[in-house]
């Protein structure tokens, strides 16, 4: 009973930014942990960050670690994803994704809800 709406992607240069939104509505207090993850063509669904609704705590993946900042506006129910120095293999859909567990993690069945997906093509 959680709606998930992704918005931002869009076309970038390599090197370049990007912020992705996703707006959560419906029984959001079941939620603790909100996380993004990404699908390359070809690949399988990878995690990008995550962080927990109340405390702001947010976890990255090795990969994106000192590039991609995750944050929240509680008041909003909006979680955001600020990516910078994007790289041509990170092109992929992006999903925002929430789960009712108040341990992040990592792995897509972890997550009950899911957004519709945003891509992100990142040009070389």
């Known amino acids: 009973q959680v709606q998930l709406v992704e918005s931002g992607g869009g076309l970038v240069q390599a090197g370049g930014s990007l912020r992705l939104s996703c707006a959560a509505s419906?029984?959001?207090?079941?939620?603790?942990?909100m996380g993004w993850f990404r699908q390359g063509p070809g690949k399988e669904r990878e995690f990008v960050a995550a962080?927990?609704?109340?405390?702001?705590?947010?976890y990255y993946a090795d990969s994106v670690k000192g590039r991609f900042t995750m944050s929240r506006d509680n008041a909003k129910n909006t979680v955001y994803l600020q990516m910078t120095s994007l790289k041509p293999e990170e092109t992929a859909v992006y999903y925002c994704?929430?789960?009712?567990?108040?341990?992040?993690?990592?792995?897509?069945?972890?997550?009950?809800?899911w957004g519709q997906g945003t891509q992100v093509t990142v040009s070389s």
């Open positions: 419906g029984r959001t207090f079941s939620s603790y942990v």
């Open positions: 962080i927990n609704w109340r405390g702001g705590r947010t």
């Open positions: 994704a929430a789960s009712n567990t108040v341990v992040p993690g990592d792995r897509p069945y972890e997550y009950e809800y």
